[in-house]
């Protein structure tokens, strides 16, 4: 019998902040946590789904400790000014969990594809600037960033020269890409964390496939009812649950032996649904020089530097 919410150990006193924790993956890990007792702070960029959902959770867990706070990953501005609320407040675990796929080219307020926008670089600002409010005092339970990545980082390239898919765009491909950024940006940042002795990790992790809204934003506004219909037919048929979507995530975020710097997804059937397990990642994701150039990138992009050192080339 593999790892299940069952598992999730006790966590009152601890506060965790999940980004997207209005719908789907984030929704159900924003349950679970709640449900064992944290303190969820939901980053959403619509209040009144963000409403609806702490309902949702509150149906299930009464004393649910939640509050909503608005966060645009897609702007710098409302990240800077959700992180600017947290000012003094303590964080044990952040869930970078929100994210976008597939969708027709569009720019971030901040003129960044939206996809690379929202899910690496609205990602590696908030964590930058969350960075001092990561702490605890347990040197056995150290604060943790969780990453949500997608099992088809394994099909993305970082293009340096195309970072926004000015020149040609592909939305599958912007996904892919955004996705391996997630990942070498989770082992970057446990390297760093290391080099800075710092008392937190970092971990990467993927759903496998999941029945959530995330198959239908590519198709808003613009699919025919035959691709709408043909992509319920295959999460039917295919996908697990949200809530078992959200296993990895409550694992890399609660579990004692979730390690720094590991990639953990389903383990069953062709990694798209089961109970979570330590996997390896694709061979790009493990290159420390793209992973070195994309944190350079990311901070020029975004303004944001971490008060971290760098690891040292052997490390
Ligand atoms: N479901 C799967 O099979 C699967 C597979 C691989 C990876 N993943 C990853 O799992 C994560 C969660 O996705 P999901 O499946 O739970 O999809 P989902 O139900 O569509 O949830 C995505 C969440 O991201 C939020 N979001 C999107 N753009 C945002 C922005 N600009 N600012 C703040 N929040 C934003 C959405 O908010 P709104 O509701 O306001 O739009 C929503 O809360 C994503 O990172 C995704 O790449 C999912």
Redesign the pocket.
Known sequence: MGWTVTDVPDLHGTTAVV????????LETTRELARNGATVIM????AS?AERATRNVRGDVPDADLRVES????SLESIREFATRLEGESVDVLIN?????AIPRRETEDGFETQFG??HL?HFALTGLLLERLRTDDESNPARVVT?????HERGTIDFDDLHGEGSYDGWDAYAQS?LANVLFAYELERRFRAGDANAMSVAV??????????F?GIEGRGTWIRTALRRFANAVF?QS?EA?ALPTLYAATALDAEGGAYYGPGGLATMRGSPERQASSDRSYDRETARRLWAVSSELTGITYDLPEPAVST
């Not at 980053?43 to 619509?46: G, H, I, K, L």
């Not at 966060?71 to 897609?74: S, Y």
């Not at 969990?97 to 796929?101: H, V």
Request: a positive charge.
């Open positions: 980004t997207g924790a209005n719908s789907g993956i984030g980053a959403c960029r619509d789904s966060c645009d990953l897609a969990n929100a994210g976008t796929m929202v899910n609205g949500v990545s997608s099992g088809l996705k993927h759903p496998g496939y999941a029945d959530t809204k995330l198959q934003r996908a949200a979507g």
